[in-house]
């Protein structure tokens, strides 16, 4: 069975647009939406209202205003929200691992600064077992949009790749848009240093079209599940953070990866999905995959 599109609010402006883009996305995949607001009781030293039942009772106010403006906006949305007292991240991550796709607002500085991704919003990306989007204030529709493209980085083997594709591709069909998928690459160092080995690869069709078969390759089983899907196939040296951010600056989405199993410190973001993250002028899509 499918999940709602599930939006995490605190009331912030932020918040608040990633509520919205949750909204637009439901309705356009046909699903519910699903609202959650954590919350923990703040003490008098920390909080306007020290009363705990005020400060419920407040919380619970600002998700009412807000699931009200969502549905003047989409009224034939099924829709729940609902109000949990509790560790925010343990909250969040729960909801998300029932949901379709997790929504959350992530406070923005522009194009060069991006995303400042908060303590709560890392953690939960970090042990997310679904895909996460960040949103910041000031998103506006996709049909505001310059672009209409859906910009998904791709890395390693097909099966690698293939949770991070499906999203991006699901997501262009719901939309009507294209899929930009990126494959960057670098030379391997014993071929960063010696001319003759750089030559005798060359030669042999050189590492270009090796990455350009490899990504064609990983996009072949989506093609064929999405034939209405345009597609750009776009292979570039450099390192992929860089080559991403190149490229998404007029996207809708931009899609990454990040590997889901736990190391020896523990869950991670990952480098790529980290650069991305923080410097993209566009909403960012984290996907879990092997």
Do not use: N
């Not at 899929?179 to 160092?189: G, S």
């Not at 600056?249 to 991670?268: D, F, I, S």
Request: proline share 6%; charged share 20%; glycine share 10%.
């Amino acid at each position: 069975m499918t999940g709602p599109i599930t939006a995490g609010v605190d009331g912030t402006d932020e918040s608040l647009a990633a509520l919205a883009w949750a909204a637009r996305e439901a309705v356009r995949r046909d699903l519910a939406l699903r609202v959650v607001h954590a919350w923990r009781f703040q003490s008098a030293a920390a909080a306007e209202v020290a009363d705990r039942d005020a400060q419920e009772r407040w919380v619970r106010a600002g998700v009412e205003r807000a699931v009200a403006e969502v549905t003047e906006r989409h009224p034939g949305l099924p829709l729940t929200a609902d109000v949990v007292e509790g560790d925010p991240v343990e909250t969040l991550a729960a909801a998300g691992a029932e949901a379709e796709t997790l929504v959350l607002g992530s406070r923005g500085h522009g194009r060069v600064v991006g995303f400042l991704l908060g303590s709560v919003g890392q953690q939960v990306i970090a042990e997310a077992t679904r895909p996460v989007v960040l949103v910041r204030a000031g998103d506006r529709p996709s049909t505001e949009v310059a672009g209409h493209e859906i910009v998904v980085g791709q890395h390693g083997a097909p099966e690698d790749s293939a949770p991070v594709l499906r999203f991006a591709f699901e997501t262009a069909a719901a939309r009507g848009a294209t899929v930009r998928a990126v494959r960057a690459w670098t030379l391997p160092p014993v071929f960063s240093y010696s001319p003759s080995s750089l030559k005798l690869l060359d030669d042999a069709g050189g590492l270009e079209p090796y990455e350009k078969k490899a990504l064609a390759a990983a996009l072949a089983p989506w093609r064929e599940r999405f034939p209405d899907v345009p597609v750009v196939e776009h292979v570039e040296i450099g390192s992929a953070g860089q080559v991403l951010l190149s490229v998404s600056g007029r996207a809708q989405l931009t899609v990454v990866g990040r590997r889901a199993h736990r190391t020896a410190v523990g869950a991670r973001i990952g480098s790529v999905a980290h650069g991305v993250l923080h410097h993209a002028d566009c909403p960012v899509a984290v996907v879990p995959h092997g």
